[in-house]
Nanobody, 115 residues
Framework: QVQLVESGGGLVQPGGSLRLSCAAS????????IGWYRQAPGKQRELVAS???????NYADSVQGRFTISRDNAKNTVYLQMNSLEPEDTAVYYC?????????WGQGTQVTVSS
């Protein structure tokens, strides 16, 4: 069992930046991939960005060029650097880690982009 704890959310003005962290209770070295998802009120959860064990990344079109996902295996932590934030980025952001035989989710962290 692996627990994921997200942090770093908050209220930010449009154009601002936030860095989200996803800290795992166990090693993330063997994960197939780790992703950040988000869910806005009344909308389905969507994939924002993901990173594979080998470091390959994938981004949703809506965040390409603004968000950067990275991982620090030594710290068992995955980050999501979010720049040029827009009101449309407002959502609860979740971390998801996929191992060979199990998948785990964090509890989420709220990001609100508003002036």
């Amino acid at each position: 069992q692996v627990q994921l704890v997200e942090s770093g959310g908050g209220l930010v003005q449009p154009g601002g930046s936030l860095r989200l962290s996803c800290a795992a209770s166990g090693s993330i070295h063997t994960t197939r991939n780790i992703g950040w998802y988000r869910q806005a009120p009344g909308k389905q959860r969507e994939l924002v960005a993901s990173i594979t064990r080998g470091g390959s990344t994938n981004y949703a079109d809506s965040v390409q060029g603004r968000f950067t996902i990275s991982r620090d295996n030594a710290k068992n932590t995955v980050y999501l650097q979010m720049n040029s934030l827009e009101p449309e980025d407002t959502a609860v952001y979740y971390c998801n880690a996929n191992f060979q035989y199990a998948s785990y989710w964090g509890q989420g962290t709220q990001v609100t982009v508003s002036s």
